[in-house]
């Protein structure tokens, strides 16, 4: 079946501009969470939903950062005037539930490019 | 903090070879650990896990154990092979409370034939 799907898979953008990022989680799944992967870096978690609401917003770097989804489906992360240090790997996963119940299914992530 | 630090990479190694990739973790609570898998042009995937102390994680020959004394989750193969290659990434997760995980830095695995 289909696994989770994001995008764009690249996207380049000038410093200063807003970007919109999705994410098409596995259909079921109730839990939703952003990652970040920076060069040589492991991931850092952005934010947490269960069904519609955030949970956990408490990996979000700054105010610039912002996530919202629909039910609980598509969830999209907007970055407002990106900085060169936003440049990264953003990733999305689901879950049916808590994740030490069952296990995250990531999509491939949307690099992101600020120059 | 929680924080997980994992064995530096690249790691290349020989068809056949033993591997061993170390992984230690700092928590503030009782975790459950996690290895994940990513391999190339595909999504990180769930490889294998553990939720209590002494338990071993086991999946496709790779091995996990779940060591509270010295804090550590090394991620063991017996004999690697060429379709191993990939970037390992070892995790962790508060039984209570963060529904979140707290990963490693990744370790990127080259197995040549």
């Known amino acids: 079946g289909a696994g989770v799907s994001q995008s764009p898979s690249n996207k380049v953008t000038e410093k200063g501009k807003d970007v919109e990022l999705r994410c098409d989680p596995i259909?079921?799944?109730?839990?939703l969470y952003w990652y970040r992967q920076r060069l040589g870096q492991g991931l850092e978690f952005l934010i947490y939903?269960?069904?519609?609401?955030?949970?956990?917003k408490s990996g979000l770097p700054s105010d610039r950062f912002s996530a919202e989804r629909t039910g609980e489906s598509v969830s999209t992360l907007t970055i407002q005037r990106t900085q060169q240090e936003d440049s990264a790997v953003y990733l999305c996963?689901?879950?049916?539930?808590?994740?030490?119940?069952?296990?995250?299914?990531f999509g491939n992530g949307t690099r992101l490019t600020v120059t | 903090g929680n924080s997980v630090t994992q064995m530096e990479g690249p790691v290349t190694l020989s068809e056949e070879a033993f591997l061993t990739i170390n992984c230690t973790y700092t928590?503030?609570?009782?975790?459950?650990l996690f290895w994940y898998v990513q391999y190339p042009g595909e999504g990180l995937q769930l490889l294998l896990k553990?939720?209590?102390?002494?338990d071993k994680g086991s999946n496709k020959g790779f091995e996990a154990t779940y060591r509270k004394e010295t804090t550590s989750f090394h991620l063991e193969k017996g004999s690697v092979q060429v379709s191993d290659s990939a970037v390992y990434f070892c995790?962790?997760?508060?039984?209570?409370?963060?529904?979140?995980?707290?990963f490693g830095q990744g370790t990127r695995l080259t197995i040549n034939p």
């Open positions: 996963a689901s879950s049916l539930g808590g994740v030490y119940n069952s296990p995250l299914h």
């Open positions: 259909s079921g799944h109730t839990a």
């Open positions: 939903f269960q069904g519609n609401s955030a949970p956990d």
């Open positions: 928590a503030t609570g009782y975790p459950s």
């Open positions: 553990a939720t209590k102390a002494d």
């Open positions: 995790a962790l997760s508060l039984i209570q409370g963060a529904q979140k995980l707290v």
